[in-house]
């Protein structure tokens, strides 16, 4: 079972709304826990090496964030249509608003420029602001609100121009 398979094992989990799941094969021991009173674990030990895999590659599902992570988006892409795509930069869980209570920090047709926080990403507990590193128009919202997202997934659209 390699790092992409135990991502989306703990995204299947986190979507099914299940407290606690284990998964035991011959080579690999997993459980993930969900919940609001213990946070959200993620235990992975391997029975026997399987191939050459670093320590931080192993753990890499249960420490998704670390003190070097950029607080913005560091990947942006042009895409076809000439719109600039921000992408995450860090595993996490996506939520537009600071609070259930608070507006969103953008919607689709609002201008944006640097420095604009477009949306939070929760990682181990700590709520990272996003912010914009291009001024712009955004066109559309790639991710549901309190949805987990991965390490470079597309978030916004925005149209420079």
């Given at each position: ?19 606690e799941v284990k998964l035991e094969m011959e080579d690999i021991k997993i459980t ?76 689709v047709g609002d201008s944006i420029k640097e420095g604009d926080t477009l949306c939070?990403?929760?990682?181990m507990k700590l709520f990272n602001e996003i912010e914009s590193e291009v001024s ?26």
């Amino acid at each position: 079972m390699d790092i992409k398979e135990i991502q989306n094992l703990i995204k299947f989990v986190a979507k099914s709304g299940a407290s606690e799941v284990k998964l035991e094969m011959e080579d690999i021991k997993i459980t993930i826990k969900t919940g609001s009173e213990a946070g959200d674990v993620t235990y992975v030990s391997q029975a026997a090496p399987m191939q050459m895999t670093s320590p931080q590659q192993a753990q890499a599902p249960a420490a998704p964030v670390s003190s070097d992570v950029p607080a913005a988006p560091s990947a942006t892409d042009v895409s076809e249509n000439n719109y600039i795509t921000v992408k995450s930069p860090i595993i996490g869980t996506f939520y537009r608003k600071a609070s259930p209570e608070k507006p969103t920090f953008v919607e689709v047709g609002d201008s944006i420029k640097e420095g604009d926080t477009l949306c939070i990403i929760e990682a181990m507990k700590l709520f990272n602001e996003i912010e914009s590193e291009v001024s712009g128009t955004i066109v559309k919202v790639l991710i549901d609100d309190s949805s987990p997202v991965e390490f470079d997934q597309p978030l916004f659209l925005v149209d420079p121009s």
